[in-house]
Antibody, heavy 120, light 108 residues
């Protein structure tokens, strides 16, 4: 059974970089049929797709965050990561990692989510 | 970017009722819509992909339909475990992939 688990600091200071890692077990991020994505959800609000990465390093991001976001993948560790620079209170959210299909762009496996608060 | 307008934002229905949620896309997106359920405090769960295909293991009381700009998600007989928030998500030709605003479903 595929499992995803987010990890990283739960508290980030304003203007600093928010960093999270997703560890995948029960399957490989080197799959040719899947991307690996990040989605966030501010408290009490809806879902926002942040970006997705292919094992080869191919990435795409949502335009509103593109200038501050970097996704990377480490196939040797079966992990992929998110970095969001210049964090503000508006970046406070639960961050989910998820598996995304290449052909059908649906998120079929999700991590449990990690709450990241941006505050001094 | 394709915008998804979801309605209603919330609804309250009795156990056994038929529940319908709608999403309207800002442009023709063929059948590229997925539906998710998010129970309180949990990650979203994929229920329907490509507008009308039920994900493996999802109860048959859930269904989806629609194409182009109008999409519908239906629970044929609402059960207590169905409470939560439901989201549509589109994936037209190019990113960004966007979600509807969500519909909170409660039991009356």
């Amino acid at each position: 059974q595929l499992q995803l688990q987010e990890s990283g600091p739960g508290l980030v200071k304003p203007s600093e970089t928010l960093s999270l890692t997703c560890t995948v077990s029960g399957g490989s991020i080197s799959s040719h049929t899947h991307y690996w994505g990040w989605i966030r959800q501010p408290p009490g609000k809806g879902l926002e797709w942040i970006g997705s990465i292919y094992y080869s390093g191919d990435t795409y991001y949502t335009p509103s965050l593109q200038s501050r976001v970097t996704l990377s993948a480490d196939t040797s560790k079966n992990q992929f990561s998110l970095k969001l620079t210049s964090a503000t209170a508006a970046d406070t959210a639960v961050y989910f990692c998820a598996r995304q299909g290449v052909v059908v762009v649906a998120f079929d496996y999700w991590g449990q989510g990690a709450l990241v608060t941006v505050s001094s | 970017d394709v915008q998804m307008t979801q309605s209603p934002s919330s609804l309250s229905a009795s156990v056994g009722d038929r529940v319908t949620i709608r999403c309207q896309a800002s442009q023709d997106i063929r059948n590229y819509v997925n539906w998710y359920q998010q129970r309180p405090g949990k990650a979203p769960r994929l229920l329907v992909y490509d507008a009308s295909n039920l994900e493996t293991g999802v109860p048959s009381r859930f269904s989806g339909s629609g194409s182009e700009t109008e999409f519908t998600f239906t629970i044929s007989s609402l059960q207590p475990e169905d409470i939560g928030t439901y989201y549509c998500q589109q994936y037209d030709n190019l990113p960004p992939w966007t979600f509807g605003q969500g519909t909170k479903v409660e039991i009356k």
